[in-house]
């Protein structure tokens, strides 16, 4: 691919990972200038149905609206309690109906990508080729919904055992259906570096999760502080014909939107200089 065919990351949205706590938080993200958020809903959430999703959420997205920033994604709740691989067939059915009810929740609101963890762990290895195929079967119905309300379902490479943890087997989960999609988190590959990863799914990727780490374990460091090569990061992405946005998924006391807004920048300068 020549340099003409790349994206040009200078036209990337920038965001971040989105937890609601207050609406303040929301003015806090404009006012930095970042452009979109992705709207996190945590499984610690006491009511998580349809009409649950609507009284606690939908505040926050008119909010989001009024201030003209984007809902770019919705990442859906993981955890034990809904993991998607597992293997007894009517716990599957009964986390996939919950799943469904999600997926309409943000199909009213016209946001088109939502994030799923493929599992949860640990994954014994004996284990581990039966809760593909359940995964799989998972993802298939998934997908299947997500595609009537044109959604694309993004799954999340994971780390240690969870599923997902390696190309080859996000290219098997991926067989699933044809309307899925790839999160890549940057953070959570531990066998092998982004920049591979993304030279093999860039395709399929439609969001991201930008943080760094030491290379042993998510750490959801600010870009800069980790092992990760930045400029390689980019410029995969953009010789993979993404167009955004980079979004940041960094840990909790170092998720300020300044800061972000500001690492961003210096990441992009970098990278015009490389």
């Known amino acids: 691919m020549t340099e003409i065919e790349k994206t040009n990351p200078e ?3 920038v965001g971040t990972s989105f937890l609601p706590g207050s609406l303040m938080q929301l003015e806090e993200i404009k006012n930095a200038g970042l452009d979109s ?3 996190v809903l945590s499984s610690n959430e006491l009511n998580l149905t349809y009409l649950g999703l609507k009284k606690r959420f939908d505040p926050y997205i008119e909010r989001v609206g009024e201030l003209g920033l984007e809902v770019w994604s919705v990442h859906l709740p993981f955890g034990s309690e809904w993991d998607i691989s ?4 009517h716990k599957r059915n009964e986390i996939l109906e919950s799943h469904y009810e999600w997926l309409t929740w943000v199909s009213e609101w016209g946001i088109k990508r ?3 963890h ?7 290895e004996n284990e581990r080729l039966e809760r593909i195929k359940a995964c799989q079967y998972s993802l298939n119905l998934l997908a299947e919904k997500a595609k009537l309300l044109d959604i694309h379902i993004c799954v999340e490479d994971l780390p240690r055992t969870c599923l997902g943890n390696t190309t080859q087997e996000m290219m098997e989960l991926l ?9 890549c988190d940057t953070n959570h590959l531990l066998s092998e570096s982004p920049v591979d990863f993304i030279k093999q799914l ?4 439609a969001t991201v999760h930008i943080s760094d780490y030491d290379g042993i374990d998510e750490k959801h460091w600010l870009p800069g502080k980790g092992i990760i090569k930045w400029n390689e ?4 992405l953009a010789q993979s014909e993404y167009e955004g946005p980079f979004m940041f998924e960094v840990r909790e006391d170092e998720n300020d939107p300044k800061q972000l807004s500001e690492c961003w920048n210096g990441l992009l300068v970098e990278y015009k200089e490389t």
């Open 86 to 89: 597992t293997i007894d067939i």
């Open 202 to 205: 860039g395709k399929s990727i």
């Open 175 to 183: 067989k699933a259906h044809n309307n899925l999609k790839v999160c």
């Open 37 to 39: 958020i992705e709207f």
């Open 233 to 236: 990061v980019i410029n995969a």
């Open 118 to 124: 493929p599992s949860y762990e640990p994954i014994p």
């Open 114 to 116: 939502v994030i799923i």
């Open 11 to 13: 036209n990337w949205k």
